[in-house]
């Protein structure tokens, strides 16, 4: 089975998608590494905290360190939020050579801000909710493990703006990277509709999946 490499704008479904391919793949989120990284409190965890409150995105060398750890061959996975570089998109490469499908969520700006802005997560369990589209059924309290929900800092509409030309500026060259790797034989890209709900994004990639295994 191949790899799937997810592209798009923070909040366009990417991660709530992941989560659906549990069963077949690991997903790795360096996102989600370098959260771990700043619970820790360490000096570096502080580094990066004060990084991504900004809006702006750690080095390539941390992120690829951070997925090159834990990475092993026995495993299928989704890389979700990385690359976001060209750089780390070549990095990739030497990791899982071409076997792999890149899957671009296409989503509409505007409906993005609001699926941010009132974002809230389960620090415990991973589930995500929205304020507006999908609240809890006790406000602010999971659904499913009962834990008490968060918002991250950086989903505040100053910093969401600053996070959406930072991903322009970068994930324009990395797209053309994968459409051409594509047009000579290494990989594959695909663009889906990501305004959709996630049960339609799930079955269309996997049936993209099959076709391109």
């Given at each position: 089975m191949k790899n799937l490499i997810f592209l798009g704008y923070p909040g366009s479904g990417k991660g709530t998608i992941s989560k659906l391919f549990e069963a077949s793949h690991k997903q790795i989120s360096p996102g989600d590494l370098l959260r771990k990284e700043i619970k820790t409190g360490s000096a570096l965890g502080q580094q990066i905290a004060s990084i991504i409150d900004r809006g702006n995105f750690v080095s390539d060398q941390?992120?690829?360190?951070l997925v090159k750890q834990n990475i092993t061959e026995n495993h299928h996975y989704i890389f979700d939020g990385f690359p976001r570089t060209l750089k780390q998109a070549e990095d990739l490469d030497s990791l899982i050579r071409d076997n792999y499908v890149v899957i671009n969520?296409?989503?509409?700006?505007?409906?993005?801000v609001e699926r941010l802005i009132y974002r809230y997560s389960c620090p415990n369990c991973g589930l995500i909710f929205n304020l507006r589209t999908n609240p809890s059924k006790e406000l602010f309290i999971c659904d499913n493990c009962k834990h008490s929900l968060s918002r991250r800092n950086d989903d505040n509409i100053e910093v969401v703006q600053t996070r959406f030309d930072n991903h322009e500026k970068m994930v324009l060259p990395i797209i053309s990277y994968y459409k051409e790797k594509?047009?000579?034989?290494?990989?594959?890209?695909?663009?889906?509709?990501?305004?959709r709900s996630p049960e339609l994004i799930y079955e269309e990639i996997k049936n993209i999946l099959k076709t391109n295994n």
């Open positions: 941390m992120s690829f360190a969520f296409l989503i509409d700006r505007v409906k993005l594509a047009t000579q034989g290494y990989g594959s890209y695909f663009e889906i509709d990501s305004n």
